[in-house]
């Protein structure tokens, strides 16, 4: 990489920007999630409906080693989202912790009742935006996105988020929830 990416103008004032943005988010995020459903899920609970959404088998085993936690909190965790009726454990001839979880349809609704909150708060948002600001927050998000997606994070966000992520929104990156290429909607 070149100089003008270790440092230069703007890079020093960018971070305590970016972090003020992402805090700005987690109120938004965590106001979706509590109007989304009667029973909100935790954070790490839903990353396991994360996991899961993304169509491909997982047993508790394998979701234990993606969160990093002890297979018996995976399975606590488990436990919670299969009453709420968010996944599902078919039954078979596997032992416990081999069997697939999988999404359930209401798991399904759940995340895209979240999603579209979500998106609609943000909608909001960048609605009250001036079109020239519009058009520089696409082009700096899609720029923070690829360093991202070139950095050392990025194989974490990756990791989790895995490669279904894309059908989320038009365009998403597989890299970070919701992320849309510059221009990819246009709203006046």
């Known amino acids: 990489m070149g100089d003008e990416t270790c440092a230069g103008p703007g890079r020093d004032a960018a971070a305590p920007a970016a972090r003020e943005v992402i805090e700005l988010l987690e109120v938004l995020w965590n106001t979706g999630r509590e109007l989304t459903?009667?029973?909100?899920?935790?954070?790490s609970?839903?990353?396991?409906?994360?996991?899961?959404?993304?169509?491909?088998?997982?047993?508790?085993?394998?979701?234990g080693e993606e969160l990093g936690s002890a297979p018996s909190s995976a399975s606590r965790m488990c436990d919670r989202l299969d009453a709420l009726g968010y996944i599902e454990r078919p039954a078979g001839t596997a032992g416990r912790r081999e069997r697939e979880l999988?999404?359930?349809?209401?798991?399904?609704?759940?995340?895209?009742?979240?999603?579209?909150?979500?998106?609609?708060?943000?909608?909001?948002?960048?609605?009250?935006?001036?079109?020239?600001?519009?058009?520089?927050?696409?082009?700096?998000?899609?720029?923070?996105r690829?360093?991202?997606?070139?950095?050392a994070v990025a194989e974490e966000c990756l990791r989790?988020?895995?490669?279904?992520?894309?059908?989320?929104?038009?365009?998403?990156?597989?890299?970070?929830?919701?992320?849309?290429?510059?221009?990819?909607?246009?709203?006046s």
């Open 37 to 43: 459903s009667p029973a909100p899920v935790s954070s």
């Open 45 to 63: 609970q839903l990353r396991v409906l994360y996991i899961l959404d993304r169509d491909r088998p997982v047993n508790l085993r394998a979701l």
């Open 102 to 144: 999988r999404l359930s349809a209401r798991g399904r609704e759940h995340l895209e009742d979240l999603r579209a909150r979500r998106e609609a708060a943000l909608l909001d948002v960048i609605d009250a935006m001036p079109p020239a600001q519009r058009a520089a927050l696409a082009a700096g998000l899609g720029g923070f």
């Open 146 to 151: 690829r360093a991202v997606e070139a950095s």
């Open 160 to 187: 989790w988020r895995g490669p279904r992520s894309s059908h989320r929104s038009a365009g998403g990156s597989p890299g970070l929830p919701g992320a849309r290429p510059a221009g990819t909607r246009e709203r």
